[in-house]
């Protein structure tokens, strides 16, 4: 009776454990077989968003770019303790004249995002940490999460 409990046990584990890997999609699924439907000077605003759908963003100069972002992750396996692994990182940048026609396609796969350069500067912040409205902030945080004062340590 024992074996056999421990056998069923062991069946239903095995039964639920899952081989496959469980891919995350994000954005527009094959951007690139459908980037390659879209005829230059030919395929207007209409049939773009037929096709792809609303895009996943506008550019931020003026509407009549429009981006759209493929994103596909996979956790790998045990040995690399579930880190994502990314399986495709594509963005396709399509220019719109004033008539509504695509004028320019731009596609950027995984490959492509590696040669982008990024700027190396930093933003500097406009306040200090130390200054009047961090201060009382803080300590307003402080009486909040303890109003009688009992969790202090004794160096505060």
Do not use: W
Not at 63 to 85: A, H, M, P, Q, V
Not at 117 to 126: A, H, Q, R, V
Request: net charge positive; glycine share 4%; charged share 30%.
């Amino acid at each position: 009776m024992y074996k056999f409990l421990i056998l069923l046990i062991t069946i239903l584990f095995i039964q639920n454990c899952n081989l496959n890997k469980v891919v995350k999609r994000h954005g527009v699924q094959n951007l690139e077989k459908k980037s390659k439907k879209i005829i230059l000077n030919q395929s207007n605003k209409n049939d773009i968003f037929e096709l792809l759908g609303p895009p996943s963003t506008y550019s931020l100069s003026d509407f009549d770019t429009l981006i759209y972002i493929e994103r596909s992750t996979s956790s790998s396996r045990l040995t690399k303790l579930g880190k994502t692994k990314l399986l495709k990182n594509n963005v396709l940048v399509l220019e719109m004249n004033n008539q509504g026609l695509a004028i320019n396609k731009i596609f950027l796969d995984k490959e492509d995002m590696k040669k982008i350069n990024f700027s190396k500067k930093n933003t500097k912040k406009l306040y200090k940490d130390n200054d009047f409205v961090y201060n009382f902030l803080s300590s307003v945080r402080r009486k909040i999460n303890d109003p009688l004062g009992k969790k202090r340590s004794i160096n505060d």
